[in-house]
């Protein structure tokens, strides 16, 4: 594992360390538009090493399709992401797999396959990507389910098991390969707020005692301010702010503060206002539209 937390097993993920001394993930001048929708304008940022970093904002807001190019699930019309230094869009596919060794994702349902034991989920990603004998990927999965408290359910059925449960399953298998980077969906969806505190509680534990950078989609205020060392909120395509947990608390952003505190009126619903008024004096036929209230 990354940050020095090794065992003695061989490296399952060879090649999903990070390299060199640059920064994690760069983003360089991202944009992608579906029509007249667009979703993402001219993004650009670098994440560090080593730190949990927390992209929140207002339903359709272009969260889950930032996510969806940061893995290399969705192409950009303009831009590129780079993990490690390493394309993530390049035209050689031997290239993008290797950028995708060194990260993991956790999604927002856990994708567990409900044919396979929690055992056998896990050790799905080390079975297809990696020739280690069976015995040493037994012990590599059993080692990533104590790390998240999944060690007696090794054998259950992902349908036998909790909702929060199966969060930390879908996060063993996450980092089933000792990834450098883990990206989060919305870790927190469905749970109650003890189960969002555990899992916040593994996020940073993954991150401080083992390194990982970790990338967090999220809209749960408590848990951005429990676990971010930097939060960035999306808005109409761009960045709306982008600062630590506290600079968040302390915005005076009329954007910001709507969100935080969950006002419901305010700079947030009103180009939805303007625009559910256009729809019916023009029929829907509005042109021209961006992020606000696009279900991104």
């Known amino acids: 594992m990354s940050g020095g937390a090794q065992t003695n097993l ?11 001394e640059g920064p994690a993930i760069v983003v360089r001048n991202l ?20 730190k949990v970093y927390v992209i929140m904002g207002p339903s359709g807001c272009g969260k889950s399709t930032l996510l969806r190019h940061l893995i290399g699930a969705e192409t950009p019309d303009n ?13 050689d596919r031997k290239v993008r797999d290797e950028a995708r060794r060194k990260f993991g994702v956790l999604f927002q349902s856990a994708a567990l ?3 396979l034991t929690v055992a056998e989920n896990v050790a799905l990603p080390i079975q297809r990507h990696t020739d280690l004998p069976k015995s040493t990927i037994d012990l590599m999965v059993k080692l ?10 090794a054998d259950k059925y992902p349908y036998e ?40 509680k593994l996020i940073m534990d993954l991150t401080n005692k083992l390194g990982i950078t970790a990338v ?7 848990s951005i301010f429990r676990i971010a060392d930097e939060v960035m909120m999306l808005f109409g395509g761009r960045f709306a702010f982008r600062g630590t947990p506290q600079q968040l608390r302390n915005s005076t952003d009329p954007l910001v503060r709507q969100f935080i505190n969950g006002d419901p009126e305010g700079p947030i619903n009103a180009p939805r206002q ?3 008024l256009s729809d019916k004096l023009l029929g829907g036929s509005r042109r021209g539209q961006t992020a606000q209230g696009a279900g991104a």
């Open 10 to 20: 061989p490296n399952p993920g060879r090649d999903s360390g990070l390299s060199g």
């Open 216 to 222: 967090v989609i999220t809209h749960e205020m408590p």
């Open 113 to 115: 396959l409900n044919g």
């Open 31 to 50: 944009s992608k538009r579906y029509g007249d929708l667009v979703v993402l304008e001219n993004l650009s940022f670098e994440l560090e090493r080593g």
């Open 144 to 153: 990533k389910l104590e790390l998240v408290g999944m060690g007696s359910a």
């Open 161 to 200: 098991i909790s909702g929060g449960m199966k969060k930390r399953a879908g996060l063993a298998r996450a980092i089933a390969l000792d990834p450098a980077i883990v990206f989060y969906d919305e870790p927190s969806a469905g749970l109650d707020p003890v189960m969002i505190g555990v899992i916040d």
């Open 274 to 276: 303007l625009a559910e």
């Open 79 to 91: 831009g590129e992401v780079l993990i490690d230094g390493v394309d993530m869009h390049s035209n």
